[in-house]
């Protein structure tokens, strides 16, 4: 089953401006990941976030999570053609060490 | 270092024929995944092995897909019968092992599966 939604489900902006998705999840976690999909480089890995972090940066990217409201929010800044593809936010559980994905985000930058 | 291989990178095969899809991890990752991704939807987990052994194999319809992990390296998954609602993406990943703190995993390309 899915643990995570991502909002909204599809996001179209114009190069240069910002995108902002927003993950929701229900159970609790150890960390949760980002996940870039396109079709040139398969699902890639983006960043990581643990539970008892609040906000990371890496490059033109910048995730919160806020455990309290189970959500989570990835920015990306300065938006180029190469950011379109779907987001995928995915929590991790040590318990029994899966990864669960959320429904994704299709983004579409706009030239 | 090389990626997570996979083959064949497409399928096409009628319902109720059998397919089998092979994964080749990154070398020295412990931990193996096999999903399955329908259109429009995230990744699903179908079954985990850490090194040759299942962790977790509770989302796989067992009256029909297998899967193996061959020495705790190169891993097989095979759907017999397929049925129509098989048709999907299916991704192969790979993690470091748990003691090394490494919770990120590297996905391979993907075997693209259509049953008509």
């Known amino acids: 089953s899915q643990q995570g939604e991502e909002d909204p489900q599809a996001l179209s902006i114009q190069e240069g401006e910002n995108a902002t998705m927003n993950c929701s999840y229900k159970?609790?976690?150890?960390?949760l990941q980002w996940y870039r999909q396109n079709s040139g480089r398969g699902l890639v890995h983006l960043i990581l976030?643990?539970?008892?972090?609040r906000e990371k940066h890496s490059g033109r990217l910048r995730v919160t999570l806020d455990t309290s409201k189970k959500s989570s929010s990835l920015l990306i800044t300065a938006s180029r053609a190469a950011d379109t593809a779907s987001y995928f936010c995915?929590?991790?559980?040590?318990?029994?060490?899966?990864?669960?994905f959320g429904t994704g985000t299709r983004l579409t930058i706009i030239p | 270092e090389a990626g997570v291989a996979q083959s064949p990178r497409y399928k096409i095969i009628e319902k109720r024929q059998s397919v089998a899809f092979w994964c080749n991890p990154i070398?020295?990752?412990?931990?193996l995944y096999w999903y399955q991704q329908i259109l429009g939807q995230g990744p699903k987990l179908l079954i985990q092995?850490?090194?040759?052994?299942?962790?977790?194999d509770s989302q796989l319809p067992k009256d029909r897909f297998s899967a193996e992990r061959l020495k705790g390296v190169d891993s097989t998954l095979k759907i017999q019968p397929a049925k129509l609602e098989d048709s999907a993406v299916y991704l192969c990943?790979?993690?470091?092992?748990?003691?090394?703190?490494?919770?990120?995993?590297?996905f391979g390309p993907g075997t693209r599966l259509t049953v008509t």
């Open positions: 990943a790979s993690r470091k092992d748990r003691l090394a703190g490494a919770y990120e995993q590297y």
């Open positions: 159970t609790s976690i150890n960390n």
């Open positions: 976030i643990r539970s008892n972090e």
């Open positions: 995915a929590t991790f559980n040590f318990g029994n060490e899966k990864l669960t």
């Open positions: 070398s020295g990752h412990a931990t």
């Open positions: 092995f850490q090194n040759n052994g299942v962790v977790d």
